[in-house]
């Protein structure tokens, strides 16, 4: 079992999703259901469940096998969204996969760059990970933006890699790996220092995303 810790950094804060949001949890998801549909994951046997306690449990028992962290996301003490560290690997890959949303009354008010920086930060400094990851639909320009703030290095584009609202989608998909942020994520970026262009999409690869598949 890896232990989840809570995080904060001004307003925002990362802290184990529990039981007890399923409330919380389930009227985010009620009222904020066309603004997340479109990037939300979809079962591609077609089978979508509403069960958000078992989704809760579901989380948590991959967390208990060391797999991943579920954090809820909150703003000023209120629960806004959340954040899941997903296919913890160790060993020789080292690795991890980062997953967010934020209802639209919390969006801009930069909940999930701080919440990433937080959680990749943890993952490198506490569970000694080496690379975190972050994929992202070619057309989802809010969470690029996310990625941009922080300096997550654009590693390329993944044809149909993620099933999302019902089809299998392209993703562009960016890293970090530790050695790049050596006083950490949250410091780099709110020192200014995140290096100019490196979460910037190449004009090349946003060709290649418009291009039909397959080839
Ligand atoms: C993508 C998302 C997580 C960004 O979260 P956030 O906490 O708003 O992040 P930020 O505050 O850094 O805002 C990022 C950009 O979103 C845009 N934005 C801000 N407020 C917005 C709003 N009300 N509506 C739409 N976009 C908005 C701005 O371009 C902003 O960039 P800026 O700060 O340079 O102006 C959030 O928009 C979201 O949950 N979207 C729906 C689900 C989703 O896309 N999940 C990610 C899948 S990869």
Not at 106 to 117: F, I, K, L, S, Y
Not at 198 to 213: D, I, N, Q, T, Y
Request: net charge neutral.
């Amino acid at each position: 079992m890896t232990t989840i810790p809570t995080l904060a950094e001004g307003r925002i804060s990362i802290r184990p999703l529990r039981l007890r949001d399923t409330r919380d949890l389930d009227a985010a998801l009620t009222l904020n259901r066309s603004w997340l549909r479109q990037w939300e994951a979809t079962n591609p046997n077609g089978f979508t469940s509403h069960d958000v306690r078992g989704s809760i449990r579901s989380l948590q028992m991959n967390a208990r096998a060391g797999l991943g962290l579920p954090f809820a996301i909150e703003l000023d003490g209120r629960f806004v969204g959340q954040l899941n560290v997903s296919g913890i690997t160790y060993g020789s890959l080292g690795s991890a996969t980062i997953g967010y949303w934020v209802t639209e009354d919390a969006a801009g008010h930069d909940a999930t760059p701080t919440a990433v920086a937080l959680a990749t930060d943890h993952c490198f400094s506490v569970l000694g990970l080496h690379r975190m990851e972050i994929c992202i639909r070619p057309e989802n320009g809010p969470s690029l933006r996310v990625v941009e703030k922080l300096g997550f290095r654009y590693e390329g584009l993944r044809r149909r890699y993620i099933h999302i609202n019902g089809l299998w989608r392209d993703h562009f998909c960016f890293a970090l790996v530790a050695d790049e942020v050596p006083g950490g994520v949250l410091r780099r970026w709110a020192s200014g220092h995140v290096p100019a262009g490196l979460g910037s999409v190449p004009p090349e690869a946003l060709a290649e995303a418009e291009r039909p598949f397959p080839v």
